[in-house]
């Protein structure tokens, strides 16, 4: 599933789990327009959660509630374990590689976790919704909206 199929899923996902409402009225308006001032320039609503304008936002909070948030450090540090020694010598004593290498420079360490994580979304693995502070698995994605498009048809 490409990204743009994505998005869009997760917006009509979105669509479905929340109730249009009108905030000028303080009144759901779940046909689309209030029944009392008879506006359609309506809020979404996720009870419980709060209401705001547009989708993207109800989608943020549908993905925290339902997914898990890749931890960006830990796929890092497997990485680096994959990649080199578990344990680095040095002299005569042995140290955990990614504890060395993290606290050696930890400049370059972070720089270098956000270089790998960028990488796996330009190759379409990870994907982030909020400017890259929540990185959600793609697999992950195409499975809940397999779950949820299903579930609200």
């Known amino acids: 599933m490409c990204l743009k199929n994505i998005e869009s899923n997760l917006k009509s996902i979105a669509y479905k789990k929340s109730i249009p409402f009108c905030y000028s009225c303080y009144k759901e308006a779940p046909s689309g327009v209030c029944k009392t001032c008879h506006s359609d320039d309506l809020m979404r609503l996720i009870p419980g959660v709060g209401c705001e304008y547009g989708t993207e936002w109800v989608v ?3 993905l925290k509630e339902d997914l898990e948030a890749v ?8 990485m680096i374990e994959e990649c080199y020694e578990e344990t680095t010598k040095v002299g005569f004593m042995e140290f955990s590689t990614v504890e060395l290498m993290k606290n050696n420079d930890p400049i370059y360490w972070s ?3 956000s270089e790998y994580v960028d990488g796996l979304a330009q190759d379409e693995q990870l994907i982030s919704f909020d400017n890259g502070s929540n990185y959600y698995w793609i697999h992950d994605l195409e499975s809940y909206i397999e779950e949820n498009l299903e579930g609200a048809a």
Do not use: K, S, V
Request: zero cysteines.
């Open 60 to 62: 943020e909070e549908l």
């Open 111 to 113: 720089i270098a976790q």
């Open 71 to 78: 931890d960006t450090e830990e796929i890092f540090e497997q």
